[in-house]
């Protein structure tokens, strides 16, 4: 996800399209920014790659507002951040098995590393993708975990709550897996309480399952009723939950 937080300074461009972005309404929230800076090119692009993640569809559409944005940019922190879409969204495109690109994710990312100094406002989003890449197609938890460490540090620094969202969350996965239940509960529900005070409810859906698995019975029960209840209210969205929020008895007619 794009480490944007919700307005900026109360712009009304910004509060409707975070409005739009938040309620998975990425292709009405892009048609209201014109890609005539390098800014407002790659907000765009940005969200039009977010909705390839959440959705699986959308691929050309983001391809092109990646490639605007990339043509628009020109000082190193616009190249980086261009870069940074760039590799995120191959990233993507291999996670959810539309095309192995896990390469150009990694050179893509590794460019923006390059171009985006220490301390600038975007290298926390850039430490967080590169956390994902470790954690989901290196498959090293321990360099996932020191690259969140460092991305939830700057969101903190930059005051990102968004992006500070995704590391509880990233970080509590970690811990969970390694049976740190105290640990992953407290991180869940950190993202939880940040993302329901953030009215984004596209990111919602995911943080109550994430902690419903930390849980038992009717809690466990409940979270997870509430995740249906806003996966339906959105349209199927994320795609990739559905699994999770299939009913017991659908899962054994489909395994």
């Not at 995120?88 to 100094?117: K, P, S, W």
């Not at 209840?229 to 795609?239: E, H, I, M």
């Amino acid at each position: 996800m794009s480490g944007d937080g919700t307005t900026a300074e109360d712009d009304p461009l910004q509060t409707a399209v975070w409005r739009l972005r938040s309620r998975a309404c990425w292709v009405d929230a892009a048609a209201l920014l014109t890609p005539a800076t390098p800014q407002a090119a790659l907000q765009r692009a940005s969200l039009l790659v977010e909705r390839c993640l959440y959705t699986e569809a959308g691929w050309e559409d983001a391809e092109d507002a990646l490639r605007t944005a990339e043509a628009l940019a020109h000082t190193d922190d616009e190249r980086g951040a261009a870069a940074c879409e760039r590799g995120y969204l191959a990233y993507a495109a291999t996670l959810l098995q539309v095309r192995d690109r896990a390469d150009e994710a990694r050179a893509a990312l590794g460019r923006a590393a390059a171009l985006i100094a220490p301390g600038a406002p975007g290298r926390p989003l850039l430490d967080f993708r590169r956390g994902l890449i470790a954690e989901n197609l290196t498959h090293s938890p321990q360099a996932a975990r020191a690259a969140y460490r460092r991305a939830h540090a700057g969101a903190t620094a930059h005051a990102d709550p968004l992006l500070l969202s995704a590391t509880w969350r990233h970080l509590a996965g970690l811990a969970l897996r390694e049976g740190e239940l105290t640990e992953a509960r407290h991180g869940f529900a950190e993202s939880l309480r940040i993302r329901e005070e953030l009215g984004y409810l596209v990111g919602t859906a995911p943080a109550l399952v994430s902690l419903a698995d930390t849980e038992t019975g009717p809690e466990a029960a409940r979270l997870r009723e509430e995740a249906r209840r806003l996966f339906r209210l959105l349209g199927g969205v994320p795609t990739w939950l559905a699994h999770r929020l299939a009913p017991p008895e659908e899962d054994a007619a489909t395994a």
